[in-house]
């Protein structure tokens, strides 16, 4: 009967352990809830304060944005922007990542309650967020325009430095009595070309001008009293007198290059490529003439062949500039009665042309010969080094390569003499 009691006891006592234990671990479970959600709660709400900071910095800033006309001011200034703007928007970036990770643990542990309040005050700040995308899309707008003004500065900086000394050249060319008929005629020709090259530039340099210096409309009216800025009116003043001064230029040309008829041009080419020609031809009899230097070793060998190629290539390239001449001459409608200077400069250019031919060949066979010769040397050379350590060496083989050496010497030294 004792036995029976104390089992009972047990029983009972253990059934009560069990209960205890089991509300113990509900209420840490629900206190470690509370504070979790309190810690987090703490935590959203301390964030939600600090993120007003660099949204508020950003919005600042924003209000600074606007163009800077000096390209090269205006690059520094927007990388000053960019570095403070980047700070801002890492550290506003961090802190809603914070907010928003606290914002769903606490729905997740306290419940729904909190919901519809804590929704308004994420809203309100995804609104003044957007601040964000408006700071990158206007500095990004600001980068773009910056690199179009360089741009456009460069071009106008190009143009000015050709332009002055084009009018100068033009003044010289109508003015100079020192020039020759042909000279003036290729001389305007080819201010012609450098005009016309660059004429087309000038619509849209003219587009990109009101692009740039324009004052935007804003809310779809135009600013009465325009553009203020005094660098913006300098660019703008720079290019009109460009495309003024260019224009001019143009039909100033023009009207030169119209007073001189086709066959003129045609003979003006011909003179003119005579006159660049006979210079070097004068120098290439001089060179033909000059005794070559005989070399002294296989490598100057080699540098004498890649001059005498030089030379080679040269009368090649300038027969094409006499070619080009002698064309320009055969296509005149009435045939000057000048003298054809291009037959003369032909025959001469021919002797030239044929020492060039036979230099190169003769050094050629040179360097063919004293390099087969180095082989041989050379092997001859390792053949007598190996014979003391043959018991029977190959005497035969041995006079063969002598024979070879003495012909292919003699062959080098009649070459040398013939150079």
């Not at 990158?136 to 190009?158: G, I, Q, R, S």
């Not at 070097?280 to 062949?305: C, G, Q, R, Y």
Request: hydrophobic residues 35%.
């Amino acid at each position: 009967m004792m036995m029976i009691c104390i089992s009972s006891t047990s029983f009972f006592f253990h059934r009560f352990s069990i209960s205890l234990l089991r509300d113990c671990f509900n209420m840490c479970v629900l206190f470690s809830t509370h504070l979790v959600t309190f810690k987090d709660w703490e935590t959203y709400e301390q964030q939600r304060q600090a993120i007003y900071t660099p949204i508020e910095a950003l919005e600042e800033q924003f209000k600074t944005y606007k163009r800077i006309y000096d390209p090269k001011k205006g690059t520094d200034w927007l990388e000053r922007k960019k570095k403070k703007a980047a700070e801002f928007k890492k550290s506003g970036l961090e802190i809603y990542d914070i907010i928003t990770k606290s914002f769903k643990t606490i729905l997740s542990l306290a419940g729904e309650d909190k919901r519809e309040f804590m929704e308004k005050e994420i809203l309100e700040i995804d609104e003044r967020k957007t601040i964000i995308e408006k700071v990158d899309k206007t500095l990004a707008e600001l980068t773009e325009f910056n690199k179009t003004l360089h741009k456009f500065v460069d071009t106008l900086a190009e143009l000015r430095a050709w332009m002055m000394p084009a009018c100068e050249k033009l003044n010289f060319i109508t003015t100079s009595t020192d020039l020759s008929p042909e000279d003036r005629v290729k001389e305007i020709f080819d201010l012609q070309g450098q005009v016309n090259e660059r004429l087309p530039l000038m619509e849209p340099l003219e587009a990109e001008c009101h692009l740039l210096f324009d004052v935007p409309a804003v809310d779809g009216e135009e600013s009465e009293e325009g553009q203020t800025n005094e660098t913006a009116l300098n660019h703008m003043k720079e290019f009109f007198t460009i495309k003024e001064t260019i224009t001019d230029l143009h039909e100033k040309v023009e009207m030169e290059a119209g007073s001189i008829t086709q066959d003129q041009k045609y003979f003006a080419d011909y003179l003119h490529g005579v006159k660049n020609f006979k210079p070097w031809m004068d120098n290439a009899e001089t060179v033909a003439k000059t005794a070559l230097v005989k070399p002294a070793k296989i490598e100057d060998s080699f540098a004498l062949l890649e001059t005498v190629k030089k030379f080679q290539e040269a009368c090649s390239e300038n027969k094409g500039k006499l070619d080009a001449a002698a064309d320009s001459r055969s296509h005149m409608e009435k045939q000057t009665k000048a003298d054809n200077e291009v037959e003369t400069l032909t025959s001469r250019w021919d002797t030239v042309k044929k020492v060039a031919d036979e230099r190169v060949t003769k050094i050629q066979e040179l360097c063919d010969t004293w390099s087969e010769l180095k082989k041989i040397t050379d092997n001859l050379t390792e053949t007598i080094a190996n014979v003391p350590g043959i018991d029977t060496p190959d005497v035969a083989s041995l006079e063969g390569i002598f024979k070879t050496f003495k012909e292919i010497n003699e062959k080098k030294v009649k070459l040398l003499q013939a150079v």
